[in-house]
């Protein structure tokens, strides 16, 4: 079978500390154009892993994914995502729901399913694309969570997120120079639009900052197979 791969690493910073880091991997599917996505996440300063993988379609938009995250070694939630016949149906078991199904419609034709690794919030640039620069225009779809560490609720959220294209820059970061586009995403309108940045051809993770939690998070390293 023939498969590009792409994998690395994204550092989670506060005042120039790591706080926490994210490993992804991405597999290309050359026959079809269609995409697994991985990711592993770790936040040191809240105890939280969240595994995360994605199955998304030739056109971009997810098949299924699967979300689990632990708080201090327990599993908080889990949840398995499937989109099919118009909808997202959710499958999950959580500490502060118990079991829990769902079927939701998907709104835009489900292009957007946000389980909260940096490499998944990357696909809302794909779903708002670079039309109007400088207007913020909505994607919608659904998210496992509202808050912003991606810990509470962990069952399908329908959702609704403010996407302005803002250009194209150069920017780089320890894992190289990169030509990106970059992006403001205004996930509620009570908090600071945080920026991002993504590779051009593939809407690569490559930079967020966002002033509301203090932070920053940067590719640190990055691998391409031949």
């Known amino acids: 079978m023939s498969q590009r791969r792409t994998s690395g690493l994204i550092a989670y910073l506060r005042q120039g500390q790591e706080t926490g880091r994210e490993w992804f991997e991405r597999i290309t599917h ?91 919030d990357a696909l809302a640039a794909v779903a708002r694309g670079t039309s109007s620069p400088g207007e913020f225009l909505p994607v919608q779809g659904v998210t496992n969570s509202i808050s912003p560490n991606g810990d509470q609720g962990l069952v399908a959220v329908p959702v609704t997120i403010d996407v302005a294209y803002q250009g194209e820059e150069e920017v780089t970061v320890r ?12 996930w509620s309108p009570e908090w600071p639009a945080p920026d991002l940045w993504v590779t051009e051809a ?25």
């Open 175 to 186: 894992a190289g120079t990169f030509a990106t586009r970059r992006y403001a995403l205004r």
């Open 30 to 120: 050359t026959a079809t154009g269609a995409q697994s996505l991985r990711a592993f996440c770790e936040m040191d300063d809240v105890g939280l892993t969240r595994d995360v993988t994605y199955f998304l379609g030739r056109d971009g938009r997810p098949v299924d994914a699967f979300c689990r995250v632990t708080l201090d070694g327990d599993v908080k939630g889990t949840a398995l995502f499937l989109q099919e016949d118009g909808a997202f149906e959710c499958e999950a078991r959580t500490v502060d729901l118990g079991r829990v199904s769902q079927r939701l419609p998907t709104p835009e034709g489900g292009r957007y399913l946000g389980l909260h690794p940096l490499v998944g």
């Open 202 to 226: 593939e809407a690569l993770f490559v930079k967020l900052c966002w002033e509301m939690v203090d932070a920053a998070y940067e590719l640190v390293e990055l691998r391409r197979d031949a």
